[in-house]
């Protein structure tokens, strides 16, 4: 196969060029930046009364807290399963409002039959990708973290990572999955010293690097050459056509 050449000269003839834009490294640059502490929402998948992944919650929230952040913990009891209920629920709407005011999530889950539990999955499916012109949880950083009862398993991080992908959030490399859980909380619920405790440390602070990085030009970063397109008024009469929309 022949190589093109070099500079590509043959264009771009299937551009919008209205709707193309060249990043540059002032558009990531703060204009104004923000004076208010980081904020963080916590969300962790378990109903138990002794629950390893609130401990493991309550753990990050006391390290983000400590680095400079304002952290909000969610509480699921009384959320109803999705679709069982309206959307305008107290515990849904809650936990909406959360997201919104959020700019990094810290989702921690135990792992049940190789993934995550329904409460954590109930918690994320509340969360829309919009909201009229509201996405609550676009452009914002998360951290994954996970406790399991056995030996060290990865499966319910490596699902809450396709779930923050697909809810299009801004996901740190590092990530913690605590085995054996019941043996690294004492009595209190306090995490014990050692390398798992030093990986929860080291995510938070990945986690307030990227969430300072990022959080004044979120909006930008995710900003996308279709959707673009998309907004404008003829495209949205010509998709509102072909669904059936707009006939008379």
């Not at 680095?67 to 629920?89: F, K, N, Q, S, W």
């Not at 951290?143 to 923050?164: E, I, K, W």
Request: net charge negative; glycine share 6%.
């Amino acid at each position: 196969m022949d190589k093109p050449d070099q500079p590509f000269t043959d264009g771009l003839p299937n551009l919008s060029e209205a709707h193309f834009e060249v990043p540059t490294s002032e558009r990531v640059q703060a204009t104004t930046p923000f004076i208010h502490a980081p904020r963080f929402m916590i969300l962790y998948g378990s109903l138990r009364e002794r629950s390893f992944s609130r401990f493991l919650a309550y753990e990050a929230a006391r390290l983000l807290e400590a680095m400079g952040g304002e952290v909000r913990i969610y509480d699921a009891h009384g959320l109803p399963l999705p679709d069982d209920a309206t959307a305008d629920h107290p515990k849904v709407q809650e936990l909406r409002s959360l997201s919104i005011w959020s700019e990094g999530q810290v989702w921690v889950s135990p792992e049940r039959h190789g993934n995550l539990t329904g409460v954590m999955k109930s918690q994320i499916d509340w969360l829309p990708l919009s909201e009229g012109s509201v996405r609550p949880t676009q452009g914002r950083t998360l951290a994954v973290m996970q406790v399991s009862g056995g030996s060290q398993s990865f499966n319910a991080v490596n699902a809450l990572r396709v779930l923050g992908r697909w809810m299009r959030m801004i996901t740190i490399p590092n990530q913690s999955s605590v085995p054996t859980a019941y043996k690294e909380f004492d009595e209190a619920g306090r995490m014990k010293p050692g390398p798992l405790y030093e990986r929860v440390v080291d995510v938070c602070e990945e986690l307030m690097k990227f969430t300072l990085l990022t959080r004044e030009c979120a909006d930008y970063l995710v900003d996308r050459y279709s959707e673009r397109k998309e907004r404008e008024p003829d495209r949205l009469r010509d998709v509102a056509a072909d669904i059936g929309f707009g006939k008379r």
